[in-house]
């Protein structure tokens, strides 16, 4: 069993970056695929970022391609979302979880061991 914490929200102007992490126990950390979601008020929990367990491979939603870089440090059980040029539309709850084994990155069911989140609130 992995456990996640994510940090690093905050309230920023849109054009602002932050960078969340999302802190792992366990040995087995470098063994999975992880993903951030995020998820505004009154709707579903949509994907934004995913990585291969080597980091090899990254994955991301339109929305966010070109200006979202979501990475890995395996020796420190971390992932990060840098988000660079943040929107209005940006506020969120923002999770990572792991990925099982098979499946696209982009579906939430294929993920557990979800983290609390981290409050991402982007002001105009």
């Known amino acids: 069993q992995v456990q996640l914490e994510e940090s690093g929200g905050g309230l920023v102007q849109a054009g602002d970056s932050l960078r969340l992490s999302c802190a792992a126990s366990?040995?087995?950390?470098?063994?999975?695929?992880m993903g951030w979601f995020r998820q505004a008020p009154g709707k579903e929990r949509e994907f934004v970022a995913g990585?291969?367990?080597?980091?090899?491979?990254?994955y991301y939603a339109d929305s966010v391609k070109g200006r979202f870089t979501i990475s890995r440090d395996n020796a420190k059980n971390t992932v990060y979302l840098q988000m660079n040029s943040l929107k209005p539309e940006g506020t969120a709850g923002y999770y990572c979880?792991?990925?099982?084994?098979?499946?696209?990155?982009?579906?939430?069911?294929?993920?557990?061991?979800w983290g609390q989140g981290t409050q991402v609130t982007v002001s105009s």
């Open positions: 990585i291969s367990w080597s980091g090899g491979s990254t």
């Open positions: 366990g040995r087995t950390f470098s063994s999975y695929s």
């Open positions: 979880a792991t990925k099982g084994a098979g499946g696209t990155y982009y579906y939430t069911r294929v993920y557990s061991n």
